[in-house]
């Protein structure tokens, strides 16, 4: 059982592979903006000048959809949403640390496949 746990983890890291690239666009990120305070992670579409396009969800959120998503219950799933620059205090790159798995990895880890075959998927 424990090997099934650390090879998870470790195919996961395939997930964050766009660290060695840094961000880029189809990387897992975490943007942090104010103005309401809120954090968004998904998967970075695009960032420019003008803001940031991710199709993502609130941070908050994150536990409470991947339940969901491992019941096959309904979702509302990761949504586009374009964050205005003036917005955006930082984008973080989702990744692992040390033995802290990334939110991606969780996800692969819970779920058994990684975050971009989800979303191909839907």
Same mark, same amino acid.
């Not at 219950?73 to 964050?83: A, G, I, K, Q």
């Given at each position: 059982?424990?090997n099934?746990g650390?090879?998870?983890?470790t195919?996961?890291?395939t997930?964050?592979?766009?660290?060695n690239? #840094?961000?880029?666009t189809? +990387?897992?990120?975490i &943007?942090? =903006?104010?103005s309401? *305070?809120?954090?968004?992670?998904g998967?970075?579409?695009?960032l420019?000048?003008?803001?940031?396009f991710?199709r993502g969800?609130?941070l908050n959120?994150?536990?409470d959809?991947l339940?969901?998503v491992?019941? #096959?219950?309904?979702?509302l +799933?990761?949504?586009? &949403?374009? =964050?205005?620059?003036? *917005?955006?205090?930082?984008?973080?790159?989702?990744?692992?640390?040390?033995?802290?798995p990334s939110?991606?990895?969780?996800?692969?880890?819970?779920?058994?496949i990684?975050?971009?075959?989800y979303?191909?998927?839907?």
């Amino acid at each position: 059982m424990q090997n099934e746990g650390a090879e998870a983890f470790t195919m996961a890291k395939t997930e964050d592979s766009s660290s060695n690239s #840094g961000i880029v666009t189809g +990387s897992p990120v975490i &943007v942090n =903006l104010h103005s309401p *305070r809120e954090k968004v992670w998904g998967v970075l579409r695009e960032l420019n000048t003008a803001g940031v396009f991710v199709r993502g969800i609130d941070l908050n959120t994150f536990d409470d959809w991947l339940r969901m998503v491992v019941r #096959g219950e309904r979702n509302l +799933s990761l949504t586009h &949403v374009f =964050l205005p620059m003036w *917005r955006v205090e930082r984008v973080a790159l989702d990744e692992s640390v040390d033995d802290i798995p990334s939110l991606a990895a969780q996800f692969y880890s819970r779920i058994g496949i990684t975050l971009s075959d989800y979303l191909d998927s839907e």
